[in-house]
């Protein structure tokens, strides 16, 4: 069965530095998202992209972030400069359209020291 | 503001036993409900969703309900196997936007 992607699993990165987190969505999929969940926490929506930009995001989802789509395969999330409370297991999911089923990849384990 | 909301954190039950997890929304727009199933550093994965032109939906082992003039949706497992021990969210959205809301999550241990 075909999978989202994530990489890498795991990021340890010093507060006020830059990141950024790799995810392929399905082949054929046409939503992409991403979620975080804070460890003992609800998995909570960041924001989700379609047709080449942001459909919706969250009040998480501040200047500090931002997701690109850099060629037909990649969606990406970069934290400019990341903060202590950003440490989350970090989640990209994708659709292949609206009012179906959501697939997400494994994560990737953002440790913000 | 939690749209959905999974008040019970944990649950055991016995092997063979059913599993009853549920879920309750506030959203009256939600049109369209899924469970999702999540094991330790893995991401969810899909379990079973109904649509609320339905009241019901089945497959194999997993029976999903929902009652939309409470608002609220369960997860049926029958029998209970040690296997689908693991967290599992609830998960709502509306037919007019493409946002996913979950619930904090029901950790449930089939004790063998």
């Known amino acids: 069965e075909p999978e989202v992607t994530q990489t890498p699993s795991h990021q340890v990165t010093q507060m006020g530095q830059e990141v950024i987190l790799r995810c392929v969505p399905i082949?054929?999929?046409?939503?992409f998202y991403w979620y975080r969940q804070i460890l003992g926490q609800k998995v909570e929506f960041l924001v989700s992209?379609?047709?080449?930009?942001?459909?919706?995001k969250s009040e998480i989802f501040d200047d500090q972030f931002s997701v690109e789509r850099p060629d037909g395969s990649n969606f990406t999330l970069k934290i400019r400069s990341t903060k202590l409370e950003d440490s989350a297991m970090y989640f990209c999911?994708?659709?292949?359209?609206?009012?179906?089923?959501?697939?997400f990849g494994s994560g990737t384990q953002l440790s913000v020291l | 503001d939690q749209q959905v909301k999974q008040n019970s954190p944990s649950l055991s039950v016995q092997e063979g036993r059913i599993s009853i997890l549920n879920c309750d929304y506030t959203?009256?727009?939600?049109?369209?409900f899924l469970w999702y199933k999540k094991y330790p550093a893995e991401g969810p994965t899909f379990l079973i969703s109904?649509?609320?032109?339905?009241d019901k939906n089945e497959d194999g082992r997993f029976t999903v309900f929902l009652n939309k003039s409470a608002k609220h949706l369960s997860l049926h497992i029958v029998p209970s196997q040690p296997g689908d021990s693991a967290v599992y969210f609830c998960?709502?959205?509306?037919?007019?936007?493409?946002?996913?809301?979950f619930g904090t999550g029901t950790s449930l241990t089939v004790i063998p």
């Open positions: 999911a994708s659709m292949r359209g609206q009012s179906e089923k959501l697939f």
């Open positions: 082949s054929n999929h046409l939503y």
């Open positions: 992209f379609y047709n080449n930009e942001i459909s919706e």
């Open positions: 959203n009256s727009m939600f049109d369209y």
């Open positions: 109904i649509s609320s032109i339905k």
């Open positions: 998960a709502a959205t509306a037919n007019t936007g493409n946002q996913f809301y």
